[in-house]
Each structure stands twice: as structure tokens, then as C-alpha cells.
């Protein structure tokens, strides 16, 4: 009974308590002002004197705790602080706005106020989220410490005692086995027995010798142990702060094998491929493999090194070299026929949007599948661009094509056992018509010429992924050359020949003495140019559309030129990407992207004349593509965020 006397008294004695009383006379007095009107005056002086008294009593409690807090900071227990005096770990008692109240004599020899202060303040934020929260802080000295804090009451003051754990040792151990973990990486000669050709034998001995001579002295410098596995590939282990090191030459390595350019016809690069975060080093070897794989699958004169779950990219600053050798395309063609053969059924499924190039590399696959007698169907878009549907009416007019364009929900309750899905003109699933298809199919074949990203289809039982190659088109072309016996008819060559001249500009772009070739196979089989330029009209609107695109460009250091289009037209991305073709017709202009918008997802057309590299400045947000031509999608940002990013990603490149 005591105890509940004295707990209403105290509520009486708190101010917190004081004030809502006080509060509460005041509506009273104003209720009763209303209701009896006689005593206005009465009650406006009796409220205006409550309120006098109010802001007296909150500034006496703002001079009171200010006291208490003094008072506070000079009269903690003093067997408390001693106690605390006897302990060999810095310690201190923080007020919660991160003002020292008092610390003990470790604290005062060791550490400075204000990383006490700066700690305990984001510690304080840290157990906001969570209550058992640490913090491990730098001193700045080297000495590392691990801040631990309790919650302690006094009165009506909260405070924390925060324990400075160093952790100096611990942290300086633990850097130096990070710093001392081996890397395993691979470097490989791009295109060795390319540059050797036509050299005679001294020259030939010169070169390798002055290759080897590099490449060892460059390992030697960084502490690492190199070994040679073939004439053009070497392993290295190296510890990783040497890895630190190279990036932040930007793998001068890549530099110094190109000077030997001078000593051959042709140029000579090196691509490197390093992982060091896997556990054991069976996983960083494949890891480091595959990080070499991706530096191919980009064009090669670049390094890939690893780092969980994604890599960064070093050089990459050429186009890709043509690789003048088609044993690779006839072995290719005898590899993806065997594969159609033992199987039931073929599918064949593009990226999303798929333009023209997807759609006659589809048909070209189409076309082997049919001369092996067997199912086929080509995946498309629900809902396609006009120039999309201009090439699918025209194949249609084909005999046997009428029934294989479908689009997901037609086959998505097939059976496929037994079938065969080859993705054609992209190797990223997020990119496909249907991702999820992929995962219905056991043997699944890649054919794809855009440089390789972080993300690819790594189940395949086939890829053939040539960079250098003009489109997938092409790639597909190449095939058809070498399966004997194979009739094409000229609607099946037209869909083919107009995917090379969209992906290579008319051939003006990425066009190699292949293309030419590929392009006078497919003109034997009776090709009309007139009308496959009849593929390739815009009605009057969509016309319009692109003259404003280019209308409304801006221009970044008179060499970038960057247009946003807010249209809403059912074939921006198609209307983007020839208005960015046409940005660069203008004097001086280098490299241009246009921004639009579908749906929910702002879509970016990037195009250069080969000084800039438009991948490289698209990859960092999220896109890909190759040097001269790239593209990305961003979901769920607004156009002008979109450029924002565009225009971050641009400045970083041009900076380096």
C-alpha cells in the first residue's frame, strides 16, 4: 500500500506529470470560458497565467537538468569510478547526444576525445537496429578497437558506458593472411599463331622470346610464381596485396605485351583472369578460369579478377580481334548438327525486344533443324516492333514457317524431353524472351557475338561465342556453309543478310572480311536488296520521332552527344537506337546516347565511333554490348535518374 502512495506522489512530483496537468487546466479553463461566457475575461487571464507558469517550470527544468548533468559528471559513485580506474581497458560514460561525462585513466592516456565521441555517436545509431551491435573503429595511429556499449540509467538521465576493446592485434593478423592469400589467375596470348604467321624463323624466335621475357619479368615484380601450361598460356599464383597493386596499375601487363607490337604485323595482347576469394584453391583455380573465360568472351587485351560475386574489368580497349581461321565455325557446325539430331525438338528463342538480327539468326537455326527433318519452333515477343513484324510477315510467307513463330504461352505445356533450346544473339538469361524456359531444357546450345558480362548461361552443352563477329547472323551463316546438302531460299538468306546490316550499320561498323564473305553466300541464293530495304521503313511518326530525338540532343565536352526522349511511342527502342545512329553523323561527335522509356524500364542506345567505348560506360549500369555499340535497361528509375547514372558512368570513364 506504501509502495502505491509513494508511486502516486512521485507521478505528482515528475514534470513530465506537472506540465500535462497544467496542459489539462488550460482546456478546462477553455471549455468553461465557451460555456459560461460571462468569465471570458476571467479565464484568458487564468489561461494566460498557466501558461506563464509553463514556460517558467520548463525553463527551471532545463536549468535544473543541466545542473543535475554537472552534478552528474562530478559525483558518480566513487567506488564506481575507481572500480573502473582499476581496469585495463578504456572505458568512458557517454551522455546519448555523445558528450563525455567521465572516462577512466586508460581512456585518458590512450584514446582522444573525439573518437570517443564520434564512436559512442554511431554505436549509439547502430543499437537503434539492433541491441548487441559492435563496432570496430580505426584510431588512425594503426591501432585498431572494438567498441562494446551498456545502457545506464541515473535519474532521468540516459547514458551508455562504452568499453574500448583493442582488437590491433587481431586486426593486424588478420590483414596480413588477407593480404597473403594466394591468387590463382591465368594469362593467356590472344592470338598467338595469328601474329606469328608470316614471320620467319628468327622472327618468330625473337618474339616469343621478347613475349616470354615480359611476362616473366612483370610475375617476377609482383612476387609471384608464374608457370608456363602452353605456348600462349601461363598460370600464376601471386598474394593478393600484389593483386591490389596491379589494379591499381590497371594491369600495366596489358600495356607492356602491346609495345611488343612493334616487332610483328599484327598486334599481340594478352587477357588475364585471377580469383582469390574462394575458400580452396580447386575453387579459386576454376573461378580464375572462368574469370579468363569472360576476358576472352570480351575480346581479350583485358584482365578479369573475381571478387565473390562479381568482377571487375581492366583494358578491354579493342574491338576484338577477327580471327582469320574457320576451323572453329566448320568443327561448330558439326557439333551443333549431331546435337539437332539426337534430339526430338528444337526451339529457338532470342532476347527480349529481339530486333532483326536475333530474328534471322533464328531463322538460320530454323533452317538447319528443317533440313534435319525435325520440330522446330522460334520463341518471340508477345508483342513485337514494327521492324520486328515486317521480317516475321515476310518469313511467314515461307512454305513451313506459318506454324513455328510462337510466343511463350503457345509451347510453355510442351514436353521437353528430349529437345533442344538454342538461344541465339544473346547469352544472358535475364535477357531472354522467357527465362524460365531455360530451365525446362537439359541441353541447351548459346550462339552469341556480344562481349561477355558476369552473367551467362554456364549450363550449355554448346557456346559459340565469337566477339569478333559482326552479328549472330553471321555466326549462324557460318554454319549453314558448312552443312553439305543445304538449300536456302531467298526469303530464309533476306531474313539472314538484313540482321547483318542492322548490326553492322549498313556495314559500316564491326564489319570484318568474314562478313563480306557471309554476305556474298547469302547473295547466291538470289537476294533482293530492294526489298529488304523495304524492311527497314518508319511510317511518317515514328520519322518525326527520331528528328526531335536528334533535335533535342545535348552535347558532353562537344564530343558525347546525350538525348532524352519522353515519348511514349510503341517502337522507342527500335526509334532510340536509330536516333543514336544518327547523333553520330554529326561533325565531331565521338559517341551518343538517346533514353527512353517502356513501360516501367528506361531504355539506354549507345553508339560510338570506336574512340569511346559505349560498353564499358553502359556496364557500370547494369548493360552491355560491344565498344562501338551497347545498350542497357534499368527498372523502376525515372528517365532523369536514369541519366544521372548515365552521365556518373561517363564522367568515370573519361576521368581515367
Given at each position: 500500500?506504501?509502495?502505491?502512495?509513494?508511486?502516486?506522489?512521485?507521478?505528482?512530483k515528475?514534470?513530465?506529470?506537472?506540465?500535462?496537468i497544467?496542459?489539462l487546466l488550460i482546456i478546462?479553463?477553455?471549455i468553461?470560458?465557451?460555456?459560461?461566457?460571462?468569465?471570458?475575461?476571467t479565464?484568458?487571464?487564468?489561461?494566460l497565467l498557466?501558461?506563464l507558469?509553463?514556460?517558467a517550470?520548463?525553463?527551471?527544468?532545463?536549468?535544473?537538468r543541466?545542473?543535475?548533468?554537472?552534478?552528474l559528471?562530478?559525483?558518480?559513485d566513487t567506488?564506481?569510478k575507481?572500480?573502473?580506474?582499476?581496469?585495463?581497458?578504456?572505458?568512458a560514460?557517454?551522455?546519448?547526444q555523445?558528450?563525455?561525462?567521465?572516462?577512466?585513466?586508460?581512456?585518458?592516456?590512450?584514446l582522444?576525445?573525439?573518437?570517443?565521441?564520434?564512436?559512442?555517436?554511431?554505436?549509439?545509431?547502430?543499437?537503434k537496429k539492433?541491441?548487441?551491435?559492435?563496432?570496430l573503429?580505426?584510431?588512425?595511429?594503426g591501432?585498431?578497437?572494438?567498441?562494446?556499449c551498456?545502457?545506464?540509467?541515473f535519474?532521468?538521465?540516459?547514458?551508455?558506458?562504452?568499453?574500448?576493446?583493442?582488437?590491433?592485434y587481431e586486426?593486424?593478423l588478420?590483414q596480413?593472411?588477407?593480404?597473403?592469400?594466394?591468387?590463382?589467375?591465368f594469362?593467356?596470348?590472344?592470338?598467338?599463331e595469328?601474329?606469328?604467321?608470316?614471320?620467319?624463323e628468327?622472327?618468330?624466335a625473337?618474339?616469343?622470346?621478347?613475349l616470354?621475357?615480359?611476362?616473366?619479368s612483370?610475375a617476377?615484380?609482383?612476387?609471384?610464381?608464374?608457370?608456363?601450361?602452353?605456348k600462349?598460356?601461363?598460370a600464376?599464383f601471386?598474394?593478393?596485396k600484389?593483386?591490389?597493386?596491379?589494379?591499381?596499375?590497371?594491369?600495366?601487363?596489358?600495356?607492356r605485351?602491346?609495345?611488343?607490337t612493334?616487332?610483328?604485323k599484327?598486334?599481340?595482347?594478352?587477357?588475364?583472369?585471377?580469383s582469390?576469394?574462394?575458400?580452396t584453391?580447386?575453387?579459386?583455380?576454376?573461378?580464375?578460369?572462368?574469370?579468363?573465360?569472360i576476358?576472352?568472351?570480351?575480346?581479350?587485351d583485358?584482365?578479369v579478377?573475381?571478387?565473390d560475386k562479381?568482377y571487375d574489368f581492366f583494358?578491354?580497349?579493342?574491338a576484338?580481334?577477327?580471327?582469320?581461321s574457320?576451323v572453329?565455325?566448320?568443327?561448330?557446325?558439326?557439333?551443333i548438327?549431331?546435337?539437332?539430331?539426337?534430339?526430338?525438338?528444337v526451339?529457338?528463342?532470342?532476347?527480349?525486344?529481339s530486333?532483326?538480327?536475333?530474328?534471322?539468326a533464328?531463322?538460320?537455326?530454323?533452317?538447319?533443324?528443317?533440313f534435319?527433318?525435325?520440330e522446330v519452333?522460334i520463341?518471340v515477343?508477345?508483342?513485337?516492333?514494327?521492324?520486328t513484324?515486317?521480317?516475321?510477315?515476310?518469313?511467314?510467307?515461307?512454305n513451313?514457317y506459318?506454324?513455328?513463330?510462337?510466343?511463350?504461352?503457345?509451347?510453355?505445356?510442351?514436353d521437353?524431353?528430349n529437345?533442344l533450346?538454342?538461344?541465339?544473339?544473346?547469352?544472358k538469361?535475364?535477357y531472354?524472351?522467357?527465362?524460365?524456359?531455360?530451365?525446362?531444357?537439359?541441353?541447351?546450345?548459346?550462339?552469341?557475338?556480344?562481349?561477355?558480362?558476369?552473367e551467362?548461361?554456364?549450363?550449355a552443352?554448346?557456346?559459340y561465342h565469337?566477339?569478333?563477329?559482326?552479328?549472330?547472323s553471321?555466326?549462324?551463316?557460318?554454319?549453314l556453309m558448312y552443312?553439305?546438302?543445304?538449300?536456302?531460299t531467298?526469303?530464309?538468306?533476306?531474313?539472314?543478310?538484313?540482321?547483318?546490316?542492322?548490326?553492322?550499320?549498313?556495314?559500316?561498323?564491326?564489319t570484318?572480311?568474314?562478313?563480306?564473305?557471309?554476305?556474298?553466300?547469302?547473295?547466291?541464293?538470289?537476294?533482293?536488296v530492294?526489298?529488304?530495304k523495304?524492311?527497314?521503313?518508319?511510317?511518317?511518326q515514328?520519322y518525326?520521332?527520331k528528328?526531335?530525338i536528334?533535335k533535342?540532343?545535348?552535347?558532353?565536352?562537344?564530343?558525347i552527344?546525350?538525348?532524352?526522349?519522353?515519348?511514349?511511342?510503341?517502337?522507342?527502342?527500335?526509334?532510340?537506337?536509330?536516333?543514336?545512329?544518327?547523333?553520330?553523323?554529326?561533325?565531331g561527335?565521338?559517341?551518343s546516347f538517346?533514353?527512353c522509356k517502356?513501360?516501367?524500364?528506361?531504355?539506354i542506345?549507345?553508339?560510338?565511333m570506336?574512340?569511346?567505348?559505349?560498353?564499358?560506360?553502359?556496364e557500370?549500369i547494369?548493360?552491355?554490348?560491344h565498344l562501338?555499340?551497347?545498350?542497357?535497361?534499368i527498372a523502376?528509375?525515372?528517365l532523369k535518374?536514369?541519366?544521372?547514372?548515365l552521365?556518373?558512368?561517363?564522367?568515370?570513364?573519361?576521368?581515367k
Amino acid at each position: 500500500m506504501d509502495k502505491e502512495k509513494k508511486k502516486g506522489f512521485n507521478f505528482f512530483k515528475s514534470f513530465s506529470s506537472r506540465i500535462i496537468i497544467i496542459a489539462l487546466l488550460i482546456i478546462c479553463t477553455a471549455i468553461l470560458s465557451i460555456v459560461v461566457p460571462v468569465t471570458l475575461y476571467t479565464d484568458i487571464v487564468v489561461i494566460l497565467l498557466l501558461c506563464l507558469v509553463a514556460i517558467a517550470m520548463c525553463l527551471k527544468e532545463l536549468k535544473d537538468r543541466k545542473y543535475r548533468l554537472h552534478e552528474l559528471s562530478n559525483n558518480v559513485d566513487t567506488i564506481f569510478k575507481e572500480s573502473l580506474d582499476l581496469v585495463d581497458i578504456p572505458m568512458a560514460i557517454v551522455g546519448v547526444q555523445g558528450n563525455i561525462i567521465w572516462k577512466n585513466n586508460v581512456a585518458e592516456h590512450t584514446l582522444p576525445d573525439e573518437y570517443i565521441e564520434k564512436t559512442s555517436l554511431k554505436l549509439a545509431s547502430l543499437k537503434k537496429k539492433s541491441p548487441n551491435s559492435s563496432l570496430l573503429e580505426e584510431l588512425g595511429n594503426g591501432d585498431v578497437y572494438n567498441a562494446i556499449c551498456n545502457e545506464i540509467k541515473f535519474e532521468d538521465f540516459d547514458c551508455m558506458l562504452v568499453s574500448f576493446i583493442d582488437k590491433t592485434y587481431e586486426y593486424t593478423l588478420k590483414q596480413s593472411l588477407e593480404d597473403t592469400r594466394v591468387a590463382i589467375g591465368f594469362l593467356f596470348i590472344d592470338n598467338y599463331e595469328e601474329t606469328l604467321q608470316g614471320l620467319d624463323e628468327m622472327q618468330r624466335a625473337e618474339v616469343s622470346s621478347v613475349l616470354t621475357k615480359e611476362i616473366r619479368s612483370w610475375a617476377r615484380e609482383n612476387k609471384g610464381v608464374l608457370a608456363r601450361l602452353d605456348k600462349d598460356k601461363y598460370a600464376i599464383f601471386i598474394e593478393k596485396k600484389y593483386v591490389d597493386k596491379m589494379e591499381e596499375s590497371s594491369f600495366d601487363i596489358l600495356e607492356r605485351v602491346r609495345n611488343v607490337t612493334k616487332l610483328t604485323k599484327l598486334p599481340i595482347t594478352v587477357s588475364l583472369g585471377i580469383s582469390y576469394n574462394e575458400e580452396t584453391l580447386e575453387e579459386r583455380y576454376n573461378a580464375g578460369s572462368s574469370a579468363l573465360d569472360i576476358a576472352l568472351g570480351r575480346g581479350g587485351d583485358q584482365a578479369v579478377v573475381k571478387k565473390d560475386k562479381k568482377y571487375d574489368f581492366f583494358g578491354g580497349s579493342n574491338a576484338g580481334l577477327e580471327k582469320t581461321s574457320k576451323v572453329k565455325a566448320r568443327t561448330m557446325a558439326q557439333a551443333i548438327r549431331e546435337l539437332i539430331e539426337k534430339s526430338e525438338k528444337v526451339y529457338v528463342m532470342g532476347h527480349r525486344n529481339s530486333d532483326i538480327d536475333c530474328i534471322g539468326a533464328a531463322v538460320g537455326i530454323c533452317k538447319i533443324a528443317k533440313f534435319l527433318n525435325k520440330e522446330v519452333n522460334i520463341i518471340v515477343d508477345a508483342k513485337c516492333n514494327a521492324s520486328t513484324e515486317n521480317i516475321l510477315r515476310k518469313i511467314k510467307e515461307e512454305n513451313g514457317y506459318q506454324d513455328i513463330i510462337k510466343t511463350y504461352p503457345d509451347v510453355k505445356n510442351d514436353d521437353f524431353t528430349n529437345a533442344l533450346l538454342v538461344v541465339v544473339d544473346t547469352h544472358k538469361k535475364s535477357y531472354l524472351v522467357e527465362p524460365e524456359m531455360l530451365d525446362k531444357f537439359e541441353k541447351i546450345a548459346v550462339i552469341d557475338h556480344h562481349r561477355r558480362g558476369p552473367e551467362f548461361i554456364d549450363n550449355a552443352v554448346l557456346t559459340y561465342h565469337e566477339i569478333y563477329a559482326s552479328s549472330a547472323s553471321e555466326l549462324v551463316t557460318e554454319l549453314l556453309m558448312y552443312i553439305d546438302g543445304i538449300d536456302i531460299t531467298p526469303n530464309e538468306a533476306e531474313c539472314m543478310y538484313a540482321g547483318l546490316i542492322v548490326d553492322t550499320k549498313n556495314f559500316m561498323f564491326k564489319t570484318g572480311v568474314r562478313t563480306f564473305e557471309v554476305a556474298a553466300y547469302l547473295k547466291k541464293f538470289g537476294i533482293d536488296v530492294a526489298e529488304i530495304k523495304l524492311l527497314f521503313q518508319n511510317d511518317f511518326q515514328t520519322y518525326v520521332s527520331k528528328v526531335n530525338i536528334v533535335k533535342n540532343a545535348e552535347f558532353l565536352q562537344d564530343k558525347i552527344a546525350i538525348s532524352v526522349s519522353e515519348e511514349t511511342h510503341h517502337d522507342m527502342p527500335i526509334i532510340a537506337a536509330q536516333a543514336a545512329d544518327e547523333l553520330l553523323s554529326i561533325s565531331g561527335i565521338q559517341a551518343s546516347f538517346v533514353l527512353c522509356k517502356v513501360d516501367d524500364v528506361v531504355m539506354i542506345s549507345g553508339r560510338s565511333m570506336g574512340d569511346i567505348n559505349v560498353q564499358s560506360i553502359l556496364e557500370k549500369i547494369g548493360g552491355g554490348g560491344h565498344l562501338t555499340f551497347a545498350g542497357a535497361q534499368i527498372a523502376g528509375v525515372t528517365l532523369k535518374e536514369a541519366k544521372e547514372r548515365l552521365l556518373d558512368s561517363i564522367n568515370n570513364y573519361l576521368s581515367k
